[in-house]
């Protein structure tokens, strides 16, 4: 198996909804961005994918939310814009561009210095009980 990971960074500002605490008050972060995929397989120039590619894909989705108001932003006017609610999004963004061969490991979002979430997509047949 091979991976490849890409990383960028947005700015955004958000509030989390029914929190109760500080994050309930709109506030913002400058998150750091990595997406990390895999493949079983390289394509005819000995590579997972380009990383040019990735990263076009990925800064597709960063001007989607960057220096937004995420709460304003589809699909966060309706789900809470937590750093994994992000993670999911951006995952569900560009996986489905990704060449049948290649398909996302992690998405992991620092929201700090110290502080991530990552969201790891898994078949129902991975999933651990």
Same mark, same amino acid.
């Given at each position: 198996m091979y991976e490849l990971a890409v990383? =960028?960074?947005? =700015?955004? =500002?958000? $509030?989390?909804v029914g929190y109760s605490g500080l994050c309930e008050n709109l506030h913002g972060h400058n998150w750091k961005v990595m997406v990390q *995929? $895999?493949?079983?397989?390289? +394509?005819?120039? %000995?590579? *997972?994918m380009d990383f040019k590619d990735l990263k076009s894909l990925i800064n597709d989705v960063m001007e989607k939310? +960057?220096?937004k108001h995420l709460?304003? *932003?589809?699909?966060? +006017? #309706?789900?809470n814009p937590t750093t994994?609610?992000? =993670?999911? /999004? @951006?995952c569900e963004e560009i996986e489905p561009k990704l060449s049948k061969n290649v398909?996302? #490991?992690r998405v992991q979002i620092w929201e700090s210095n110290r502080a991530?979430?990552? /969201? @790891?997509? $898994? %078949?129902p047949k991975e999933i651990i009980k």
């Open positions: 990383e =960028a960074e947005f =700015a955004a =500002a958000h $509030r989390l *995929v $895999r493949s079983a397989v390289l +394509d005819n120039l %000995g590579m *997972v939310l +960057d220096h709460n304003e *932003v589809k699909p966060f +006017d #309706e789900i994994e609610n992000i =993670a999911k /999004y @951006i398909h996302i #490991e991530s979430a990552s /969201y @790891i997509p $898994r %078949g």
